[in-house]
């Protein structure tokens, strides 16, 4: 068991995601099979309780299928470049490092805020090829200590949507100023969700901070940083055939056909610099 943990505050929304791989990775048709999440939910010290909130379990197969499609994403970035630094940023508990087969000359770093990677540290262990950072993204201090010769993958889940937006377009011109290529994973939300969590109340809220940068377009990425050049994206929704419950599968099939609904959640993957292809 860990020590206790109450996070308040953009840090306690990675207890969220958690608890979700952990609950999804109980079905027998498990998309992320994310053992490593129920691992970690029995060892924290927390009142899981807090997180049994009507409708809230329902969220898990988004969140299962956004994990899968960034690691699908990223297995094949690091079968292109085996060579690759991995900056996995906002990284709460999640176990993709360990989840994915990674190639023997990855680097792998995930950062996140100081309280976080401590729990982390916990957690999961220490690994040739892979640090923990804690330190906030948006502080220009830890990406110099990132040895930049090689191709990097930027990963961001569910991370981005919670930063303002010029503290986004820092954060990627200093990637793309310190690296000469590589490619960016990322999720961000629609407007109107964007919008619907700064109008709600704090109470309903629960403590969880709104989301400041919305997705307009998944093209939004090339005017965060001009070096970036959009590559492809995918609505969540859009994934719903690997849903193995009927209701929720059923469900995310009628939002993907709705032009307002689909996009709610979408992943976009952009490269910038020489080609990540080698
Ligand atoms: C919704 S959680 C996602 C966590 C993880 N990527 C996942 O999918 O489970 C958002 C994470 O971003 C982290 N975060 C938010 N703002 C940050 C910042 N300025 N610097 C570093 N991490 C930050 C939070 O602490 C939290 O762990």
Not at 27 to 38: N, Q, Y
Not at 201 to 219: D, F, N, V, W
């Amino acid at each position: 068991m860990t020590g206790r943990v109450d996070f308040s505050g953009v840090q306690s929304t990675m207890l969220v995601t958690l608890y979700l791989r952990a609950l999804e990775s109980r079905s027998e048709d498990s998309i992320l099979r994310d053992h490593a999440a129920a691992e970690a939910v029995r060892r924290i010290d927390y009142d899981w309780r807090k997180l049994q909130q009507p409708g809230l379990a329902g969220n898990r197969f988004g969140v299962a299928l956004r994990a899968k499609q960034l690691d699908d994403w990223a297995a094949g970035f690091l079968r292109r470049n085996p060579d690759a630094t991995v900056l996995q940023l906002g990284c709460g508990l999640d176990s993709r490092a360990f989840r994915l087969d990674l190639p023997p000359g990855v680097r792998w770093f995930d950062v996140d805020l100081p309280d976080v990677v401590e729990l982390r540290r916990d957690l999961y262990p220490d690994a040739d090829g892979y640090r923990t950072i804690g330190a906030s993204v948006t502080d220009p201090g830890w990406l110099a200590g990132i040895p930049a010769d090689r191709p990097v993958l930027v990963i961001a889940e569910g991370l981005l949507m919670y930063l303002p937006t010029v503290e986004v377009e820092r954060l990627l011109r200093r990637i793309t100023d310190r690296f000469r290529g590589g490619e960016l994973i990322f999720d961000g939300v629609a407007p109107w969700v964007a919008g619907f969590t700064q109008r709600l109340p704090e109470r309903l809220r629960r403590g969880y901070p709104p989301y400041l940068t919305p997705l307009r377009a998944s093209r939004d990425v090339e005017r965060w940083d001009p070096r970036l050049r959009y590559v492809e994206d995918v609505a969540v929704t859009s994934q719903f055939a690997k849903i193995p419950d009927r209701t929720a599968r059923a469900a995310h099939r009628l939002m993907s056909r709705s032009p307002a609904l689909r996009d709610w959640l979408r992943l976009v993957r952009a490269e910038f610099g020489t080609s990540a292809d080698g």
